[in-house]
């Protein structure tokens, strides 16, 4: 069968000239972009003043972070222009193991959304952590006979590499010799030694928090991920990459996206859009979210509106607003008139189903839990948040534990704590944090990079005993609590990451506990779940906090809350 799009205004990704042609599709492929009489195709559809480029890319993503199978994911995310997906699922893999990959690759099979997997590279990510599993390279290697399988996920066990560790050594050295690329992550590494981590066979990274760093980057020879996420929104710092001789370097990523942002900002698309507000091409911001991702990955088929490649395409209403009107994905219509058409959700295994929905085995937690055993005055360390950065910093100041137990809510210094729930260790680090502003109360989540064991902020004791307990009840989720009592919660029963239901009804749900921690203190700007479930991710400077206690992340070692003189 051939379909005819008639008389669209092509955006031509190697080149960046728009040219009105028509575009000729047999099957899946594309095989003539010109001009063509109505009869040469079986279908044709007038496209005339609307626009035709490439479905979008999103080179990094961890679908688990959307909170969303993988079909829902499609059907929030496929309307907005995207036909495709680089994810590393080493979110449910820290929760599930193989399994959890496993998972990922089945509910991601004949869905509207082309789905690559990257394989997790850090399962657990360094030796501060406690994950559900242990994922060595030899558990890795048999993924790689899928076709779907395009490499090794973030390394973002830098010091591993730069130490030359021998498992991550056996990780990136399985991958290339399968013939597969290795992504980054590395913020802030500079230098010598930034050339001994490209050296080692890492091609680009997603962690670059400033354009400087990121030249940096690609003059060594990386390509660079510019990610604007629900948490990590780093497109304003990097705005100068969208001009040459950076932008053909550079492709678009969320990383981590909440399901109320998908809805209501869309996904790739968005990031285009934001960066011709700011002045930016957006024909430059289409050529990243397609060709050049594509070229990152090896994709050779993908990225363009050209004979011979695969006809995942868009029709724009507008350019300036990148208003997806209908999407192709293989040269089927999936949307129209920015409406999803109906589609079939994948067969799961029941093996499958049943080791993700059982993931919690944890004690019940008591206010005594949380004490720190100090008294008086101590000098301690206080984990600082950055604003709209993963970045934390330590922040060194005197905390009279007389007083509620060193809580301070006048100067914003709060409790955390991160409990192991996968084995029932019983272990968990006590910390303090400073930037959330909450007032009363308390905030749970069982979402904690990337070993996601249950991570708890809080202004007392007993309110955060009772919010760790409900979301142990529940097999995961977030919650907002003040004084025993619920005001909000989301379940997320899969794997503690994920639900089944609906995108719309967990976006409002996501909604609603995003919002209700506004009444508590938390300033509008401030969205503490996903900010909160980085504080746990011992690889991203400079403090951080896990199961086993505070982490210098600068030097790779736990340190005492407490400063002894």
């Known amino acids: 069968m051939r379909l005819l799009l008639k008389g669209g205004t092509v955006i031509n990704v190697f080149t960046g000239e728009m040219s009105v042609e028509d575009v000729l599709v047999e099957d899946s492929r594309i095989i003539g972009v010109g001009k063509y009489d109505a009869q040469d195709g079986d279908t044709v559809r007038d496209v005339t003043g609307k626009y035709i480029c490439p479905g979008f890319i999103d080179g990094h993503i961890h679908i688990e972070s959307t909170m969303l199978t993988p079909m829902e994911f499609a059907r929030v995310s496929v309307p907005h222009g995207t036909t495709a997906v680089v994810a590393d699922p080493h979110e449910i893999a820290n929760v599930c193991g193989n399994t959890g990959i496993g998972y990922m690759l089945e509910a991601s099979r004949d869905i509207p959304l082309t789905v690559y997997l990257m394989l997790p590279s850090c399962v657990p990510a360094t030796q501060f952590d406690e994950s559900g599993a242990r994922l060595t390279a030899k558990d890795l290697e048999p993924f790689y006979s899928d076709p779907r399988v395009l490499g090794l996920g973030e390394m973002m066990n830098y010091p591993g590499v730069l130490a030359g560790d021998p498992e991550v050594r056996k990780k990136i050295e399985s991958a290339v010799a399968h013939g597969k690329i290795v992504n980054g992550h590395a913020p802030l590494l500079s230098g010598n030694a930034l050339d001994a981590y490209v050296a080692a ?281 003040q004084d025993g009592k619920v005001i909000e919660q989301m379940p997320l029963p899969l794997a503690g990451l994920m639900t089944d239901v609906p995108a719309a009804e967990i976006a409002a749900q996501n909604e609603r506990v995003r919002e209700s921690v506004h009444t508590l203190g938390v300033p509008e700007e401030l969205e503490p779940f996903m900010t909160m479930a980085f504080v746990s991710l011992p690889v991203i400077p400079h403090i951080k906090i896990t199961t086993k206690g505070l982490v210098d992340v600068d030097h790779q070692k736990l340190v005492p809350l407490l400063i002894e003189e």
């Open 201 to 481: 066979g890492i091609r680009d990274d997603h962690e670059c928090s400033s354009a400087k760093e990121a030249k940096e980057r690609i003059r060594k020879g990386q390509r660079v991920m510019i990610r604007q996420g629900t948490a990590a929104r780093n497109l304003e710092a990097l705005l100068p990459l969208f001009e040459e001789p950076w932008a053909h370097r550079c492709l678009l990523v969320t990383d981590d996206k909440h399901p109320a942002d998908l809805l209501q900002r869309g996904h790739i698309d968005d990031i285009i859009r934001q960066a011709a507000r700011a002045g930016k091409d957006p024909v430059i911001g289409i050529r990243m979210a397609t060709f050049w991702a594509a070229e990152c990955f090896g994709l050779k088929d993908l990225g363009a509106v050209a004979p011979g490649y695969q006809a995942d395409l868009l029709v724009l209403d507008d350019l300036e607003s990148v208003s997806v009107c209908d999407v192709y994905r293989r040269g089927i219509r999936v949307v129209e008139n920015g409406q999803m058409l109906p589609c079939k959700a994948p067969v799961i295994r029941r093996d499958f189903k049943k080791a993700i929905r059982n993931s919690f085995y944890m004690e019940k937690l008591s206010p005594k839990d949380f004490l720190i055993g100090a008294q008086g005055v101590k000098k301690s360390r206080v984990i600082r948040l950055v604003p709209h950065e993963l970045l934390t910093d330590e922040w060194i100041t005197e905390i009279d534990y007389n007083s509620q137990n060193g809580v301070d809510t006048g100067r914003d210094i709060l409790k955390i704590a991160v409990v192991e729930r996968h084995l029932n260790t019983g272990h968990k680090g006590i910390g303090l944090i400073s930037g959330t502003g909450l007032k009363s109360g308390a905030i749970a989540s069982s979402v904690s990079h990337d070993s996601h064991n249950l991570i708890i902020i809080g202004t007392n004791e007993e309110d955060m005993a009772f919010a760790g307990n409900c979301i142990r009840d529940l097999g995961g989720g977030s919650i907002v609590v």
